[in-house]
């Protein structure tokens, strides 16, 4: 398929242009000016807001219902860990080497790649490409902050390292915030409350806590004690006791659900830091199974989370590469996922076309 070759080539020429150009969590312009450029030369109109970058394949019709095709183009920091230069996209062995080339930059080429098949081609949908940003830090200018001047999804393709399996549900990320108090005496006499031993209760209960309610793809939400502090000095019994709880909510359950079942099994004042980043599940009747069933696409439920849980429309996750390699040192991709990928984004089109 001389198309798909076309595709693929430019692809990986473009993956490396974005390896080798530095984009951290808030400092994408540079990236932003690369994916504008690239969609230009194809002859679209492009949008941009700050970094965010998105356009249609076709002049939009609103009578249309709307596919998004989404990934990003920010990346984390590299770790002490790298041996190989993370900003030289070095190919070797039939792997891309560099920071982002698997997390999400293989997605997000293989998304383009896709985006490009379908530019002019006339479709059931309106399709729409968004390379969002923030997205390592669920930043407030990344893609949330663009989302009101979209058209709704019928469907959100998040282009995601999943090994091209099927991602129909994503846990939500709730941190709490938690405070015990006691009263202050002297260590040497019998006074005061200590609040570290008042702690030491609700702890224990987290320590064993179970939610009642079960995901069918993601098992049970889990919350875990990750931070805590009291006390200044050694003579002193400290009056408050403060401890963080990292939730890991599934589709079972709104943030705010969880965090009422937390605060009526729990002593400790509770105050989340945020309430944005709900779970996701797709909606148990939506067309996008049949899909999935029609390409035998594994379908699962993934523990991590990415834009996805800032997108307020029916969403899947998938895409080429392994989740297990992103963040660590020497990040790669293989060349030949980032092929099945761009066929495996047009099949999935092709057949919701058909099946629509």
């Not at 939730?247 to 099994?265: F, M, P, Q």
């Amino acid at each position: 398929m001389a198309d798909l070759e076309i595709l693929y080539l430019e692809a990986v020429e473009l993956l490396k242009k974005l390896i080798q150009t530095p984009s951290f969590s808030k400092e994408e312009v540079k990236t932003g000016d690369l994916i504008e450029s690239f969609l230009k030369s194809k002859g679209v109109e492009v949008n941009r807001s700050g970094n965010n970058i998105w356009a249609f394949t076709s002049e939009y019709n609103p009578i249309l219902p709307t596919i998004w095709l989404n990934s990003h183009h920010d990346t984390v920091k590299p770790n002490s860990g790298y041996t190989k230069d993370p900003f030289n996209a070095i190919q070797e062995d039939g792997k891309l080497y560099g920071l982002g080339s698997n997390d999400a930059g293989g997605p997000l080429v293989s998304l383009i790649a896709t985006f490009c098949h379908f530019i002019g081609k006339q479709l059931p949908f309106n399709l729409l490409l968004i390379a969002s940003t923030e997205e390592e830090i669920s930043g407030q200018n990344g893609i949330s902050s663009i989302i009101p001047t979209l058209p709704g999804a019928e469907l959100a393709i998040v282009g995601e390292p999943t090994l091209m399996n099927l991602a129909v549900a994503e846990k939500g990320l709730l941190v709490i915030d938690a405070k015990v108090k006691g009263k202050a005496g002297h260590a040497a006499r019998e006074e005061g409350l200590n609040a570290i031993y008042l702690a030491l209760e609700d702890l224990e209960k987290v320590r064993n806590f179970q939610f009642r309610k079960t995901s069918a793809f993601l098992g049970r939400t889990k919350v875990t004690c990750t931070v805590i502090k009291a006390g200044q000095q050694h003579n002193v019994v400290p009056d408050l006791c403060e401890f963080t709880l990292d939730v890991r909510v599934t589709d079972a359950y709104t943030l705010e659900e969880a965090l009422d079942e937390l605060e009526s099994n729990l002593n400790a004042e509770l105050v989340p830091r945020s309430l944005r980043l709900q779970s996701s599940h797709l909606p148990e009747n939506h067309l996008m199974y049949q899909v999935a069933d029609a390409l035998n696409l594994e379908k699962y439920g993934s523990p991590t989370l990415s834009d996805q849980a800032l997108i307020p429309w029916p969403s899947v996750k998938i895409g080429p590469g392994d989740s297990a390699r992103s963040h660590t040192a020497d990040e790669f991709i293989y060349l030949s996922e980032i092929k099945k990928g761009i066929q495996g984004y047009i099949s999935i089109l092709e057949k919701y076309a058909e099946l629509s």
